[in-house]
């Protein structure tokens, strides 16, 4: 089974720039959501998709952070424009349903913003 | 914060040594798991306890839930030296989308 995937695997950008991450789920998975993990500290949830809905994006910085999943599938997360503290790791995970499953993540797009 | 807090923030042992790892959170919750993080296989999820259940078993790791205490601890036996990792709790809280709230860490270091 192929696991979840997610491009590019890094990406420096000066800052004030815009990036965007692209993540493709395991087949089947309803479920998709992106983490933000900064180096020393945990995963920190950005949003939650259920099929192409959002299901809570509280935790997302609206005013320069936008995701989309278009046709319940892929997935895009953007940033414009980029501040020196979106220097991160973004993480996609996906799983059968919210709740009591596993999530499963992809290997992450490592951002250095200068 | 619904985040957990893990203790210790790191921990190093000989191989064949056990690790010990404690959780503790903040809310009520419907689940914890535990999930592990190094650079070869990125975060890989190990083991799902539920609010009800208090000790799981599997292979070399034993994972408890206390909910009166609001703590958790993951035992891993027989530490290898590819157990060396970053290990988190994460919880899924009792109010919400059933997100999942990840704690700080705790980087074990299995010397051969």
């Known amino acids: 089974e192929a696991g979840v995937a997610q491009s590019p695997r890094y990406k420096i950008i000066e800052k004030r720039q815009s990036v965007a991450f692209w993540c493709n789920p395991i087949s089947g998975h309803a479920t998709l959501y992106w983490y933000q993990q900064i180096l020393g500290q945990g995963p920190k949830l950005l949003i939650q998709?259920?099929?192409?809905?959002?299901?809570?994006d509280s935790q997302l910085p609206k005013d320069r952070f936008s995701a989309e999943r278009l046709k319940g599938v892929d997935s895009t997360l953007k940033i414009q424009p980029a501040k020196l503290e979106d220097s991160a790791v973004y993480l996609c995970?996906?799983?059968?349903?919210?709740?009591?499953?596993?999530?499963?993540f992809g290997p992450g797009t490592r951002l250095t913003v200068t | 914060s619904q985040q957990g807090e893990e203790d210790p923030q790191a921990l190093s042992i000989q191989e064949g040594e056990n690790a010990t790892m404690n959780c503790s959170y903040k809310?009520?919750?419907?689940?914890l798991q535990w999930y592990r993080q190094n650079s070869g296989r990125g975060l890989v999820h190990l083991i799902l306890i539920r609010s009800n259940e208090r000790e799981k078993h599997s292979g070399r790791l034993r994972v408890t839930l206390d909910t009166s205490k609001k703590s958790s601890s993951l035992l891993i036996t027989a530490s290898r030296a590819a157990d060396t990792a970053s290990y988190f709790c994460a919880t899924d809280v009792q109010t919400g989308a059933n997100n999942l709230f990840f704690g700080t860490g705790t980087r074990l270091t299995v010397i051969p």
């Open positions: 998709f259920q099929n192409n809905g959002v299901v809570d």
């Open positions: 995970a996906s799983s059968p349903g919210p709740g009591a499953y596993e999530q499963y």
């Open positions: 809310t009520s919750i419907n689940n």
